[in-house]
Every structure is written in structure tokens, then in C-alpha cells.
């Protein structure tokens, strides 16, 4: 009986290593189909006119907190998007540093009473001020409430239509607005639409903008671009075709702002703010009736700095583990409901069984596996079909991820530079990936728990806000 029983456990593991790497690869194809249909699209039409004169104007909303060493630059670079109409808000969430200072000496800000919509609730505003530089510069100074608190004041004080909300540490190309919006005068239906975040260590930045992109001496960073560009390229954009994209980044997005109100704002009692949003507009509307898309684009139109330090990505990777285990929990009955669509019953059980409980089941599984087959329980061969679902299957994943970059967008145009990063493809399945996955079972652990939450500070280099 035990014996049968440690055979199906093997077999459970192999399979379930096999589905899940299967799965991704069928996203990857889906992925593939989008992203050449996307770029033949942009071949016939060309390259951006510089406006087409219908863009709606945009609210570009900035949380920050103690960002007294990035925040000069990044909204020196906010004002010079390629955008008809736009306006900045800096949400100042109770800094503890001179991030304040900094913005009213450098923009040359004045206190400017203004009542404020109370469409979401958010903490207490104690001033606003507006730039005497800049007409379309404001800033709203309130007390701490976190990040997604922040968005919600923001909300309430932007003018237009349209809300990006970027981090403050966001390096965007100049045509980010221009191409981000390109969805919704596609499709009067589109709610949301997000591009692809790209690692900017390494990489030359002036005034704000990347100049050019490059690889950073740490091989964690180097092993986060691999990352990426497999989330991004073919996590995300497999499932735009399917209007079930779950997850737009709070690096950068682009939100109707009447839709976002009518679902109440950012919760401020999950650390995965970003998603739950998303996942609250899918359910809204699928219950409501109301036409709706969400899009996301393949164009890598944000960079932002990536943890490199052990310490400062696991506390990272546990709390994005975390904010999907509470916006899935939370809307489960998108997954049982029969107007869930794509969304409910195809991204939501995908995101619950591989993104949810799959570090557990994968953490189990390697145990399992090596504590068998150091005690005689598991053969050589079952061992063997382990590694190559489980770590053979991970590296051609990796590897795609690649190859859709090469075949697509170039970022990375010397050669030693792919072939770095295709080493990496390579390597960061023997141990890295695993390491993440411990990572993500203690985010899980802490949504289990109940852990309290907070804004999540990852220590920077500064080196954008000096430049």
C-alpha cells in the first residue's frame, strides 16, 4: 500500500509539473499569434503620427513616499511626455524624508485651496499646491495611507477622464501616453490597458528617459530581465485576445476613471492593490452586463528598477504572492459565476491553480522528489521525468520568452548581450526559480496569517534622480 501510494505521488508531481508547464506553453503560442499580429499592424500604419488630434486628455497620478532621491527627475521627465493634454499629480503620502521640500523648491509650488471630490475615501488632505512653472503640475500633500490611498486621493483630484497612475520611480519612453491610449480610441469598450514593464539596471538614463538599454553587473537583476519578459510577453499578453488579462501593473496603466469610481477606488486592505482592481473591474461588469475591454499592450513603454539584494526581492516576491492570493480569494465567485466569461472560467482557475497554491504544490514536489530519491523511494527514472518537466520544460519557457523579444521589439540590440541573457535563461532554473518559489510560499503564509501590511520600500540606488 505505501509503495502504491509513493507511486502516485510521483506521478501526481510529474503531471502536475507537466500541465503546468504545458499550459504556459500554449499561452506562449497565443502569445506568439498577438504579438506578430500586433507588430503587423503597426507596419501598415506606421509609427505614431505625432497626434492624431482625438486623444483624450490624461491624468497622470504619482504616489510617492519617501522619494526624496528619485522624485526631482522623474517629474522633471513626466512633463516632457509626447502628449496633447495631460497634467501631473504628485500624491505626497506622508513622507518622512524632504520628498515634499524637493518638489515645492524645485517646481517652485504654492499652496492652492481646491475642493476635492469625495468620490473614493482616502486619508486626510492637508494642502494642495500647483507650480507656478508648470500649469499642468500639482501636488496633494495628505497624510500617510499607503499606496493605493494615495491613487484614491489622486482620483478625486484629477480633472480628466482618463487616470495613468505610474510609480515614482517609473522611467516611461516619451511616447508612453500616446501609445498606451492607442486602445481606447480602438475600442470605445476599453476600461484599462497596460504595457510592458522592462528592468532599466544597466541601462543609460538621462533626464528622466532611457537611452539606451543595457545588462547590470548583478546576476540577480540580470535573472529578473529574463523574468520579465516571460511574465510580460507571454504571461500577460496571452490573454488580451481573451479580454482576461488579470494583472496591469501599478508601475504603469491607464484607467477610465468614472468605471474605476463606480467599483469604489483602490482597496487599501491588500498589498496587491493593482490586480484587485482589475479583478473587481472584470467581476463588475461581467454581473452588470456592462461591454468592457481590458487590454494589454506588448510595446515596452515603462522601466523601473529591480531589486538587487536578496533580502529586499524575496520581501518583493512574497508581497506580489500575497496581493494574488488576496485578489483571487476575494473574487472567487468570478470563477463560479455564469457570467464570469474568460475571466472566470479560463484566467481565474489558470491564476488559482499554478499562481496560487503552485509554489506549494512545486515546493512539495521538489522535496518530495529529492527526499525520495535520497532514500531509495524514488527511482532514477522518476527522478529523471521530474527534472525535465519540471526544469527542462522551465528553460524552453525561458528560452521563448527570448526569442519573442528578438523576433519583436530589439530592446537589447548588441549580441552579447542576448547571448548573456539567454545564459541566464539557462541558469536561473537551477535555483533561482526555486529560491522564488520559498519566496512566494512565505507570501502566502503571511495572507494566511493576516500579517499586517504596509508601503512596500525597496532601498534605490538614486541614480535616476541625480542624472
Request: hydrophobic share 45%; with cysteine.
Amino acid at each position: 500500500m505505501t509503495a502504491d501510494w509513493l507511486w502516485w505521488l510521483q506521478v501526481a508531481f510529474i503531471l502536475y509539473f507537466l500541465l503546468l508547464n504545458g499550459m504556459y506553453l500554449l499561452l506562449n503560442v497565443l502569445s506568439m499569434a498577438s504579438l506578430m499580429s500586433y507588430i503587423r499592424q503597426r507596419a501598415e500604419t506606421g509609427e505614431l503620427a505625432p497626434y492624431l488630434g482625438v486623444e483624450p486628455p490624461v491624468s497622470v497620478l504619482m504616489p510617492a513616499f519617501n522619494e526624496e532621491a528619485t522624485i526631482r527627475t522623474s517629474v522633471r521627465s513626466m512633463l516632457q511626455l509626447q502628449y496633447p493634454e495631460f497634467e501631473i499629480v504628485v500624491i505626497n503620502d506622508g513622507s518622512k524624508d524632504n520628498t515634499l521640500a524637493v518638489l515645492i523648491e524645485e517646481f517652485d509650488l504654492v499652496p492652492h485651496p481646491e475642493p476635492l471630490r469625495q468620490a473614493v475615501a482616502h486619508q486626510p488632505v492637508t494642502a494642495i499646491y500647483r507650480s507656478r512653472r508648470y500649469a499642468n503640475l500639482r501636488v496633494v500633500d495628505k497624510a500617510n495611507g499607503g499606496k493605493a490611498d494615495a491613487l484614491n486621493a489622486g482620483i478625486n483630484a484629477a480633472r480628466h477622464g482618463l487616470y495613468c497612475g505610474v510609480d515614482a520611480d517609473s522611467i516611461l519612453q516619451r511616447d508612453s501616453l500616446l501609445r498606451v491610449v492607442q486602445p481606447f480610441l480602438e475600442d470605445e469598450r476599453t476600461i484599462a490597458a497596460g504595457g510592458t514593464v522592462r528592468i532599466a539596471n544597466g541601462s543609460q538614463v538621462r533626464g528622466g528617459f532611457l537611452i539606451q538599454a543595457g545588462l547590470p553587473r548583478s546576476w540577480l537583476a540580470r535573472f529578473q530581465i529574463v523574468e520579465y519578459l516571460r511574465a510580460f510577453l507571454f504571461g500577460r499578453l496571452g490573454w488580451s485576445p481573451l479580454n482576461a488579462v488579470l494583472i496591469i501593473s501599478g508601475a504603469f496603466g491607464l484607467f477610465d476613471r468614472e468605471r474605476v469610481m463606480a467599483v469604489g477606488g483602490y482597496r487599501t486592505d491588500t498589498v496587491g492593490e493593482d490586480m484587485e482592481l482589475v479583478v473587481r473591474l472584470h467581476r463588475y461588469h461581467r454581473e452588470k452586463r456592462i461591454p468592457y475591454r481590458i487590454r494589454y499592450l506588448p510595446d515596452p513603454i515603462c522601466w523601473t528598477e529591480c531589486p538587487e539584494d536578496l533580502g529586499t526581492l524575496g520581501r518583493q516576491r512574497s508581497r506580489w504572492q500575497r496581493g494574488l492570493a488576496e485578489s483571487l480569494g476575494r473574487h472567487a465567485r468570478l470563477a463560479f459565476s455564469l457570467r464570469g466569461g474568460t475571466p472566470g472560467w479560463l484566467a481565474w482557475p489558470f491564476m488559482a491553480l499554478f499562481e496560487w497554491i503552485g509554489p506549494l504544490i512545486e515546493l512539495a514536489g521538489y522535496a518530495f522528489m529529492f527526499a525520495g530519491f535520497a532514500f531509495g523511494a524514488v527511482s532514477y527514472a522518476a527522478l529523471a521525468a521530474f527534472l525535465l518537466v519540471a526544469i527542462g520544460m522551465g528553460i524552453l519557457l525561458s528560452v521563448n520568452g527570448l526569442l519573442l523579444e528578438t523576433m519583436s521589439f530589439r530592446v537589447y540590440s548588441r549580441r552579447r548581450d542576448m547571448l548573456q541573457l539567454f545564459l541566464m535563461a539557462v541558469l536561473e532554473n537551477f535555483g533561482y526559480r526555486q529560491l522564488n518559489t520559498v519566496w512566494r510560499c512565505r507570501g502566502l503564509w503571511q495572507w494566511f496569517s493576516r500579517r499586517k501590511h504596509h508601503w512596500g520600500a525597496m532601498r534605490r540606488s538614486g541614480q535616476w534622480g541625480q542624472s
